[in-house]
């Protein structure tokens, strides 16, 4: 079992960044691909990015792929999401999760939840 803690969010301007940090307890980390979701208020959660268990691949909704970027470190349990270029649309509740098998892009490939970090970006 894996515990996830998101943390690293707030309130930006529009433009501006933020680096999300989702720390990971628990099982052996480097099981897990880990994933980032968001969830607008009165929308469904939707996928934003993933990255395979060894860091290798990297996986993005087209709606980020330029402006986000995923990583992790496994010394540390630890997963990033760096997101430069902030819009208002990307406010939203931000979600890490752990899978260890199943499509990326999906939520029931996921097992383990963080309670999520707010980012708030007025324009």
């Known amino acids: 079992q894996a515990q996830l803690v998101e943390s690293g969010g707030g309130l930006v301007q529009a433009g501006g960044s933020l680096r999300l940090s989702c720390a990971a307890s628990?099982?052996?980390?480097?099981?897990?691909?880990i994933g980032w979701f968001r969830q607008a208020p009165g929308k469904e959660r939707d996928f934003v990015a993933a990255?395979?268990?060894?860091?290798?691949?990297?996986f993005y909704a087209d709606s980020v792929k330029v402006r986000f970027t995923i990583s992790r470190d496994n010394a540390k349990n630890t997963v990033y999401l760096q997101m430069n270029g902030l819009l208002p649309e990307d406010t939203a509740v931000y979600y890490c999760?752990?899978?260890?098998?199943?499509?990326?892009?999906?939520?029931?490939?996921?097992?383990?939840w963080g309670q999520g970090t707010q980012v708030t970006v007025s324009s």
């Open positions: 990255i395979s268990a060894t860091g290798y691949s990297t």
């Open positions: 999760a752990a899978s260890v098998s199943g499509s990326v892009y999906y939520e029931y490939s996921y097992a383990y």
């Open positions: 628990g099982r052996t980390f480097d099981d897990y691909t």
